[in-house]
């Protein structure tokens, strides 16, 4: 009965791959959203969908992708892995854009 | 102006004692301040939050006070716990929804 689960829990990989995290919400809301702590635990938005629909597109490398094929599911795909892509990503929902935000576990991704 | 500023970067704190973290902003059109806590290995929770109306929220053992003049605000947490150690993050909410986080502080609570 987990509210926000993400797969894989981590993730190590070597650069130049291509990868995917899924995320898939069972609390019924409309709004999912991507954040990328780094290693000093700073925690940044990356994207955010409102009903299947991007409505925060933050200034991120273009080798991300997030793909919403329904309401409860936000999956991001990552291109062409570095170095620097190393780091937890977390996956959020709410209920409207200005609803409580919800977290997932975190995938740990460490690109080698 | 899109920075939230959160200080101490970690805080030890005896069991029993007040732990405080505070945070400060600059953008007026911020309107909902959260606080989330995360335990290692974890995802961040909300802990509580406050609207700008109000100066002070209470829930438990938890209080968010509020200085819309200043713009600064601080999570007080009373009777401090073992179990309270976590890094706590305040947040602000911009005008598109968006949620910009403070740099976090480690809290450690001593037995």
């Known amino acids: 009965d987990t509210a926000v689960s993400q797969t894989p829990k981590y993730l190590v990989t070597q650069m130049g791959n291509d990868k995917s995290i899924k995320c898939e919400q069972n609390?019924?809301?409309?709004?999912m959203y991507w954040y990328k702590q780094d290693s000093k635990k700073f925690l940044k938005i990356m994207f955010s969908?409102?009903?299947?629909?991007?409505?925060i597109n933050e200034t991120v490398p273009n080798r991300f992708s997030p793909k919403s094929p329904d309401k409860a599911h936000l999956n991001l795909h990552i291109n062409s892995l570095e170095l620097g892509d190393s780091a937890v990503y977390f996956c959020?929902?709410?209920?409207?854009?200005?609803?409580?935000?919800?977290f997932g576990p975190g995938t740990r991704l460490t690109v080698t | 102006q899109q920075q939230v500023k959160q200080s101490p970067q970690s805080l030890i704190v005896q069991k029993g004692g007040i732990s405080i973290i505070n945070c400060a902003y600059e953008?007026?059109?911020?309107?909902?301040f959260p606080w989330y806590q995360q335990f290692p290995g974890k995802g961040p929770a909300l802990l509580i939050a406050?609207?700008?109306?109000?100066s002070e929220k209470k829930e438990g053992r938890f209080t968010i006070s509020f200085n819309k003049s200043a713009k600064q605000f601080s999570l007080h947490i009373m009777d401090s716990q073992p179990g309270d150690s976590a890094t706590y993050f305040c947040?602000?909410?911009?005008?598109?929804?968006?949620?910009?986080f403070g740099s976090g502080t480690r809290l450690l609570v001593r037995p």
């Open positions: 959020a929902s709410s209920q409207a854009r200005q609803g409580e935000q919800y």
């Open positions: 609390l019924g809301h409309d709004t």
């Open positions: 969908y409102n009903n299947k629909e991007l409505i």
């Open positions: 953008n007026t059109a911020f309107d909902y």
């Open positions: 406050i609207r700008p109306d109000v």
């Open positions: 947040a602000a909410r911009d005008s598109s929804y968006k949620l910009i």
